[in-house]
């Protein structure tokens, strides 16, 4: 079992930056590639970035590419995603997921574990 808690959200302006922090219990995560999805409200929940467990390869959301960077401490069982040049429709509520390693990079259905989630909201 693997618990994911995710930290750092809040309350900015437009342009401004957040980091966003997922602290894992549990099994260590260094087998698991992780993930960042969020959720706006009356919207799906959509994919953010990923990072694999195995290479360090990244991948990311067209929306965010450039903007967006996820990362990894495996030491410490956390993951990251440095958020700068933030946007009004960044605002959702941003969960951290993990995945069991089998493919990459992994579909939504393939994560095995999320967090609670932690809110981002950015004023214009």
């Known amino acids: 079992q693997v618990q994911l808690v995710e930290s750092g959200g809040g309350l900015v302006q437009a342009g401004d930056s957040l980091r966003l922090s997922c602290s894992a219990s549990?099994?260590?995560?260094?087998?698991?590639?992780m993930g960042w999805f969020r959720q706006a409200p009356g919207k799906e929940r959509e994919f953010v970035a990923a990072?694999?467990?195995?290479?360090?390869?990244?991948y990311y959301a067209d929306s965010v590419k450039g903007r967006f960077t996820i990362s990894r401490d495996n030491a410490k069982k956390t993951v990251y995603l440095q958020m700068n040049s933030l946007k009004p429709e960044d605002t959702a509520v941003y969960y951290c997921?993990?995945?069991?390693?089998?493919?990459?990079?992994?579909?939504?259905?393939?994560?095995?574990?999320w967090g609670q989630g932690t809110q981002v909201t950015v004023a214009s």
């Open positions: 990072i694999s467990w195995s290479t360090g390869d990244t």
């Open positions: 549990g099994r260590t995560i260094s087998r698991y590639n």
């Open positions: 997921a993990a995945d069991y390693g089998r493919t990459w990079p992994p579909a939504k259905s393939d994560y095995d574990y």
